[in-house]
């Protein structure tokens, strides 16, 4: 079945920093890929997504390339901010999984 | 645009009773889904509505957990006698189907904290 493997964190980065969160993927058929983000306190919000292979979702300055051939989609980020302190999950579409979330703390 | 709606946002009961959770997703999204989230980790899938069709009920423990969706709007999760491991926020989310280009991206609620003592 689907399946999503996350690296796992805690993941901990100067302010400033370049960040790499590894995501790889099993799947049957295409996908969409997703990176959703959970700030402290609040509820699960899409981050950014991409619906087909070698399409590059972006928002906020963090980016993730959907790769067919490697399975991946690791979310990068060349210089962080203390305010993406946060977890983050990615995701495959349709049947709802996810992955076991990686949280980072940004310190300042 | 109003998001997806859950209620209780809270609830503590001591084990063996029953609790029920009730959503309401965006309006037009033919698909539901409920998650658990434990502490630390990512949702899991308990159950996956197309309009009022279960789609996906593999991962619903179906001895204490039922869910239903009836006029493929509204969705209530139900537990039954609840147990201590029970303990989780439970999520609800909904998607549009019918709009491939979203990527049939999940909308979330801001989930039930669910306290079993």
């Known amino acids: 079945g689907n399946s999503v493997t996350q690296m796992e964190g805690p993941v901990t980065l100067s302010e400033e920093a370049f960040l790499t969160i590894n995501c790889t993927y099993t799947a049957t058929g295409y996908p969409s890929l997703f990176w959703y983000v959970q700030y402290p306190g609040e509820g699960l919000q899409l981050l950014l997504k991409a619906t087909k292979a070698d399409d590059k979702g972006s928002n906020k300055g963090f980016e993730a390339t959907y790769r067919k051939e490697t399975t991946s989609f690791h979310l990068e980020k060349g210089s962080v901010q203390v305010s993406d302190s946060a977890v983050y999950f990615c995701a495959l579409s349709g049947g709802g999984r996810f992955g076991a979330g990686t949280r980072l703390t940004v310190k300042p | 645009e109003a998001g997806v709606v859950q209620s209780p946002r809270y609830k503590i009961i001591e084990k063996k009773q029953p609790v029920a959770f009730w959503c309401n997703p965006i309006s037009g999204h033919n698909t539901l889904y409920w998650y658990r989230q434990n502490l630390g980790q990512g949702p899991e899938l308990l159950i996956r509505?197309?309009?009022?069709?279960?789609?996906?009920d593999s991962q619903l423990p179906k001895d204490r957990f039922s869910a239903e969706r009836l006029k493929g709007v509204d969705s209530t999760l139900k537990i039954q006698p609840a147990e201590l491991g029970d303990s989780a926020v439970y999520l609800c989310a909904s998607s549009s189907s019918g709009n491939r280009d979203s990527g049939y991206e999940q909308y979330f609620g801001p989930g039930t904290r669910l306290t079993v003592t």
């Open positions: 509505y197309e309009n009022e069709e279960a789609v996906d």
